[in-house]
């Protein structure tokens, strides 16, 4: 039996077309723990998930004991410790522990866990981009497989027309990483609503991260201030502003327009699509408005499923829940023939 753990919106979205997998299949069994945010996504697509609400080493160590899983996979998410306690005390029952990586960016500090690092016996990386830079940042090698990104592969699916609307993007910057990068969210919303005032653009969609807590910010123009709804917030927009968001990655895939805000640009680029020249990095409002200008806001639908194809061999996620079946397969026998 499989137990996984999934801290954050986007490592439940991870995990997802797995499950829906094996809910119509019955490959493997499994159980599901959520914790944070992750819960909301559940509950949202009517998951059955165990909370434990008591985030202690003996809370979680119980729940291993009582479930007896043969491999626990966890996401690797910042600052959520009960990920981290599921690697420790499945490491002490001598239980295989696996973290997987469901975005480019902050690796090494995914598995800090009060100042020391924390690694489950496997990492499982999107590509091999994610592989290298994972290595770089100080991640053992030998404990780093490539598996993909099951969620890109499920939307990759999909071809949808372009919507009419801008769309913000947002994230918690500002919990997790104060501001270390030199700005926030409220940085970035200022930037992009200048400049949208400017150009005299009312079609916008500011779409709020769970975890990000909204500034009041002066602005005439007749903003959509919704909760984030992921994939459906792209699909009805044709340009995506984000920092580094999983919106941004889902825009990029989907053929829309995409910028990365940073009116300071760190020595290590957060943003994967902007740190491999992918899409551009706007300081200001003056180079928003120059994106803006040159951008295409029509394309066929032709058009999008070539950029998708293209896109999903350049990310590196087509085969990606295959690849993850097949780990599992040969993971699972491995230990079994040990045992």
Known sequence: MILFITGQYASAQYVHPILDKWLSKKIFK??????????????????????????????????????????????????????HLFVIEGKKKSIPTACFIDTWVNYINRFNYKGKYIFPNLILAIDNRCKQEMIKEGIPKDIIQVVGQPYLESISKRVPSFGQNFLLAGQP???????????????FRKIILKALKKRKISNIISSKHPEEKLKKIDSKLNILHKKGRGIIDVEESHTVFGIFSMQMIIGYLLGRNVASIQPVVSKKDPSPLSRWNLIPILKNANEVIKFIDKSNFKISKKKIEKLLKKRSEQLGIRGSITRFDKFLSIYLNKKKKIN
């Open 30 to 83: 499994w159980k599901l723990v959520s914790t944070s945010v992750s819960c909301k996504y559940w509950r949202e697509n009517k998951i059955r998930y165990k909370e434990i609400k008591k985030k202690s080493a003996g809370e979680v160590s119980k729940y291993i004991e009582k479930v007896k899983p043969n491999l626990i996979i966890t996401s690797a998410s910042v600052d959520v410790d009960i990920e």
């Open 173 to 187: 910057i500002n919990k997790y990483f104060g501001k270390t990068f030199g700005f926030d969210e409220t940085d």
